[in-house]
Nanobody, 121 residues
Framework: QVQLVESGGGLVQAGGSLRLSCAAS?????MGWFRQAPGKEREFVAR????????LYEDSVKGRFTISRDNAKNTIDLQMNNLKPEDTAVYYC?????????????????WGQGTQVTVSS
C-alpha cells in the first residue's frame, strides 16, 4: 500500500505563490492533485504520469499551476502561482495505477491526508 504525505499548505494573499509537495512511499504511479473546498465536491487539479510527461490540468489552473515529480526522491510537487481566493481548499495528493481516467477521483486508489491552502483577498 502506498503512503502519501502532503506538505506546504498555508495562508497566502491573492497573487501569491505556494508550493505543495507530496512524499510517496514508492513510485511507478500516475500521480494527481485534487482539491476540495467547503461544501463542494472534490475536484481534479492536475495529473502527471510516472515518467513525468504529459501533465494534465484543470482549466482554471492552467498557466498558473505546474505539476512535477522527482522519481529519485518519490516526490510530486505542485507549484501554484498567482493564487486566487477561489483556490482555497484542502489539497490532496493521490496515486493511480492505470491512469486511464485521470480527472476522476475514483481512478485513484491511494490518497494523502490533505493540506489546507487558504488564499485571502
Amino acid at each position: 500500500q502506498v503512503q502519501l504525505v502532503e506538505s506546504g499548505g498555508g495562508l497566502v494573499q491573492a497573487g501569491g505563490s505556494l508550493r505543495l509537495s507530496c512524499a510517496a512511499s514508492e513510485g511507478r504511479y500516475y500521480m494527481g492533485w485534487f482539491r476540495q473546498a467547503p461544501g463542494k465536491e472534490r475536484e481534479f487539479v492536475a495529473r502527471i504520469s510516472w515518467r513525468g510527461i504529459n501533465p494534465l490540468y484543470e482549466d482554471s489552473v492552467k498557466g498558473r499551476f505546474t505539476i512535477s515529480r522527482d522519481n529519485a526522491k518519490n516526490t510530486i510537487d505542485l507549484q501554484m502561482n498567482n493564487l486566487k481566493p477561489e483556490d482555497t481548499a484542502v489539497y490532496y495528493c493521490a496515486a493511480s495505477i492505470t491512469g486511464l481516467n485521470p480527472r476522476m477521483s475514483t481512478e485513484y486508489r491511494y490518497w494523502g491526508q490533505g493540506t489546507q491552502v487558504t488564499v485571502s483577498s
